[in-house]
């Protein structure tokens, strides 16, 4: 297991093009839902605990070396919203486009060729995990973190809130997200099957909304 890829696939510089995606936050500031430090935890609380949960289990599953097809196939039924697959899969080609330059594979080149116009995020960073010696416990763990550091450095662009308020936030929710990372990896050691399915309704309703905005500032 390689740590160090690990922090290199988990760096925010990396070019997977995350940065261009708040998971929500800007139709949730729009909305008036995030509005300071404690809305932002409240936030991503229910984040981590529905769509991280689904997709740190979906990537630790890519990471187990389950088929990416069917883990591909298995994230779009958990994926209700058009807005929010298409997201995905432009964040997935990115990361995957990204990832066969740092650590080019049979595996890589293989995902490329079925899914061209892009497989989930967190299928490729499952598969790319594989292919870099990390193993599916840490790469849940990074799932799980992005889905709440995400919306968190979105909301200080948004809102011009304090940096340092929104890494604390990240920093209290640190447990819940360890503990995230341990049932989705609990889960994909079952098999695809046993995949958790948790939903957020709101998420996705917001996302069409957001989807349909003439300006905005970040993509989805």
């Excluded at 229910?46 to 994230?75: E, K, M, N, Q, V």
């Excluded at 899969?89 to 990832?99: D, E, T, V």
């Excluded at 990390?134 to 450095?153: F, N, Q, R």
């Excluded at 939903?199 to 909304?209: C, E, F, I, N, R």
């Amino acid at each position: 297991m390689s740590r160090a890829a690990l922090l290199v696939l988990a760096d925010g510089r990396f070019p997977a093009g995350g940065h261009a995606h708040s998971g929500g936050a800007e139709a949730a500031v729009r909305a008036g839902r995030i509005h300071d430090a404690p809305s932002l935890a409240a936030f991503c609380r229910g984040r981590l605990h529905t769509t991280g949960l689904t997709s740190a289990a979906i990537a630790a599953a890519a990471a187990l070396d389950h088929d990416p097809l069917a883990l591909d196939d298995a994230a779009d039924a958990r994926t209700p919203s058009p807005a929010l697959r298409a997201a995905a899969r432009k964040l997935g080609r990115q990361l995957l486009r990204a990832g066969r330059a740092t650590w080019p594979g049979p595996r890589l080149d293989a995902l490329a060729a079925a899914r061209p116009r892009g497989a989930h995020q967190p299928v490729v960073f499952g598969v790319l995990a594989l292919s870099a010696g990390i193993g599916p416990e840490d790469a849940a763990g990074a799932v799980a973190y992005e889905t709440v550091s995400g919306p968190a450095t979105a909301a200080v662009r948004l809102l011009g809130l304090d940096p340092f308020e929104a890494t604390a936030v990240l920093a209290r929710l640190a447990p819940e997200a360890d503990d995230v990372a341990a049932r989705a990896c609990a889960a994909a050691r079952r098999g695809i099957d046993a995949l958790p399915a948790a939903s957020a309704p709101l998420l996705d309703v917001t996302a069409q909304q957001h989807a349909t905005w003439p300006v905005r500032l970040f993509a989805s």
